[in-house]
């Protein structure tokens, strides 16, 4: 039985990394064709053809994150059926292969490219895009790292005062530039509002901040009401926002480590702020990776099917097609999670429960009815 194993491993494995290497190929380019435009304008001289190769092959890491389910699936489709085509499975079969050993033995493949596709999502994939997105900031003349058109918010509550943390992008030396702080009383009005140049987060949590100006709001006494500002060259502000949270805030939820989204998820939480957006992908840096083990059970029934000569062809083909309906459907169930507000667990879950249902439905009637 090791030898058949071996067999199945070899070649699922060998036809998943022609896979991923044609889809590589094919989105590196894509991105390197879209980095044209972009060598040699007079507002990046800097940007040249080698750091376009360079930013376009730090995009691979994220490309592989999301292709890897489907490219498990084209694969071991191909190479399930290419075996019942030549009948080689059939010998496998009266080798003593029966449907629930082959389904096991698929399964531990699968728990494999469950792994992988875990540690490239939660490791090797948010690194690389940090360092895509230095190589833009320092070539293509880019002073930050900007979030839409009002950079990122942040709120904090310090005993009866809360805090709204506004900062404008994250510049390459880590950095953050035009941070503004508004400060509330415990009946929600406006107290006071700092801004400043730039600040810097050191371990201990203490925001140091340049060419600061204090604008305090004393409206206690209607007939004496004012605004105080104060300017100074440094100032300090102790806060638990860390220099990760705002970088996370700062990042595409998409892009962010499971651990990562973990704690801002807690922090949302802790000050009242709605985390669904975040939740639901939390869940599905949980759920995506476990979409390998639903591709290799889709798989197993394609090597019981009876293919005529050229046959193959269409099977990889519809192989390809249920690949592409479940990125959509995965992608298609968080945004309608995140507008209906459903629960996130079952908003990241259901992409895969439904294909599993489908997978299992699929293997009993193909593989032990007939």
Known sequence: MKTLRRLIYVEVLKSVGFVVIGFLCLFFFFDLVDELQSIGRPESPGYGTPQALLYVALLIPGHLYELLPIAVLIGTIFVMSRLAQSSEYTILRTSGLGPWRALRTLLILGLGFVLLTFAIGDYVSPVSERMAQLVQTRFKGWSDAVLGNTGAWLKERQGDKSFAVNVASVAADGSMNAPRIYEFDDRGFL??????????????????????????????????????????????????????????????????????????????????????????????????????????????????????????????????????????????????????????ILTSAAPGLIYSVLSLGAFGWLVLRR
């Open 191 to 344: 107290v006071s509002l700092t801004t400043a140049k730039s600040a810097r987060i050191d371990s201990q949590g203490v925001w140091s901040m340049t060419d600061v100006e204090r604008q305090d709001y004393l409206t206690r006494s209607a007939d004496k009401a004012r605004i105080e500002t104060v300017r100074t060259p440094t100032a300090q502000w102790r806060s638990s926002l860390t220099s990760e949270m705002v970088a996370v805030a700062l990042v595409k939820p998409d892009r962010m480590s499971t651990a990562a989204l973990f704690n801002y998820v807690g922090h949302l939480d802790a000050n009242g702020q709605t985390a669904q957006r975040y939740e639901i992908e939390l869940w599905r840096k949980v759920f995506y990776p476990l979409s390998c083990l639903v591709m290799v059970v889709l798989a197993l029934p394609f090597a019981y099917l009876h293919f005529r000569q050229g046959g193959i062809t269409t099977y990889v083909f519809f192989g390809v097609m249920i690949g592409i309906s479940f990125f959509l459907l995965n992608n298609v169930f968080g945004y309608i999670g995140n507008l209906g507000n459903w629960p996130p």
